[in-house]
């Protein structure tokens, strides 16, 4: 065959056509809508195996703690010189975060904070003062990487948290047909933290301040410590007062039952959700800052509402404020179908949304004698 044929016979080989081109096109991109959820649902299995990891150190820095102090982490809420007069020191606003710091690998933050005096909101507000430093310290393994949002309140790049510790069951809530106290001084936390007001007085009455600021030692959690929950999460607010997500704000309602004595916890749940509506001012602070703590920030929560439904929290604004573990807020996550959480014996584990409230209330107490077989969650 001569140059020129050869030549001839080239030219005439045919191209692919449109529908060719278009057919090749969609069976990509019908391959690239296949393989996609499976890279998503990958990088999501990923982030979910890093938040165990985060939830179990702080499961293991706390037995650490525990073992060095005999009790459970102290989480000072509000500050000795406020209410009091005189006042009795000047120290306190600091969260169970910041005594766990050397069993976490974090002695040089530990070491930076002023335990003795805090300056309070004034801190916060003026990003000046003897624990700012803290306060503004990103700690990576203190934050869900499957949340993905900053608090950025008062514009400023605080140092977020997503991790919250169990308070248990809310102390003045009865369990459905559990017979009144005929409103007695409502008893100590039923959960895992120990937390103390600082201050003596304040605006709560004599019977709902008894029996705080209790500390718990191993021997306090006969239900065993595998069996009580230790640690969860909470997606963080955005600094402002409505987040498009309903769960990364804080709910109240028109009713002030759940904030009274012997308050029955399946009205409380049925109430709340059928009524809660957010309340913006409670919202902006929530995960903002590990250090910080003037009950705003929102380091615990309870037992009572099932993961995952946007968190009712209490009525009364000085619940909110001077009775943080008698809130009502519940865990929240990004993790599709439920929630990780800590308890008390290192093990982390998947809780699904829908777990039966009975076992989920059962698992928040260290000492309620329920009795929850492996297979209930």
Not at 220 to 244: C, H, K, R, V, Y
Not at 325 to 333: E, I, K, V
Request: proline share 6%; with cysteine; charged share 15%.
């Amino acid at each position: 065959m001569t140059r020129s044929l050869r030549n001839h016979v080239a030219a005439r080989r045919p191209a692919f056509t449109l529908i060719e081109l278009l057919v090749v096109i969609a069976i990509i991109a019908v391959l690239i809508a296949l393989l996609l959820p499976a890279v998503q649902a990958a990088r999501e299995a990923a982030r979910r195996a890093q938040c165990v990891n985060n939830l179990k150190q702080l499961g293991l820095a706390t037995a650490n703690y525990m073992e060095v102090n005999g009790t459970t982490p102290l989480h000072m809420h509000r500050r000795s010189n406020e209410w009091d007069v005189p006042a009795n020191g000047a120290s306190g606003n600091h969260s169970w975060y910041c005594v766990i710091l050397p069993f976490v690998e974090q002695t040089p933050a530990y070491n930076a904070i002023n335990f003795d005096y805090s300056s309070g909101w004034d801190e916060i507000a003026t990003q000046k003062g003897p624990n700012i430093t803290t306060n503004l310290m990103a700690i990576s393994s203190f934050l869900c990487p499957s949340d993905g949002e900053r608090n950025t309140y008062l514009g400023v790049n605080w140092g977020n948290f997503n991790y919250v510790a169990s308070c248990g069951v809310p102390r003045n809530y009865l369990m459905p047909g559990q017979a009144s106290t005929n409103a007695a001084s409502p008893p100590p936390s039923n959960g895992m933290i120990s937390e103390s007001r600082m201050n003596v007085a304040g605006p709560w009455s004599d019977k709902w301040r008894q029996n705080t600021n209790r500390s718990f030692s191993p021997a306090a959690f006969t239900d065993g410590f595998s069996n009580t929950a230790a640690f969860s999460e909470s997606l963080i607010s955005n600094g402002t007062q409505q987040n498009a997500d309903a769960r990364r704000n804080l709910r109240s309602l028109d009713s002030d039952y759940m904030d009274n004595y012997d308050a029955y916890i399946d009205i409380v749940v049925r109430d709340g959700l059928a009524t809660a509506y957010n309340w913006g001012p409670w919202t902006e602070e929530r995960g903002m800052t590990w250090q910080f703590s003037d009950s705003w920030q929102k380091h615990v929560y309870a037992h009572a509402f099932p993961p995952n439904v946007s968190p009712v929290v209490c009525y009364y604004s000085d619940t909110f404020r001077c009775h943080e573990c008698d809130g009502a807020m519940n865990p929240t996550s990004n993790h599709p179908g439920g929630i990780n959480v800590a308890f008390m014996d290192g093990s982390v584990r998947f809780i699904k949304n829908n777990i039966s409230l009975p076992t989920w209330w059962a698992l928040g107490t260290r000492a309620g004698g329920e009795v929850v077989s492996a297979d209930a969650y």
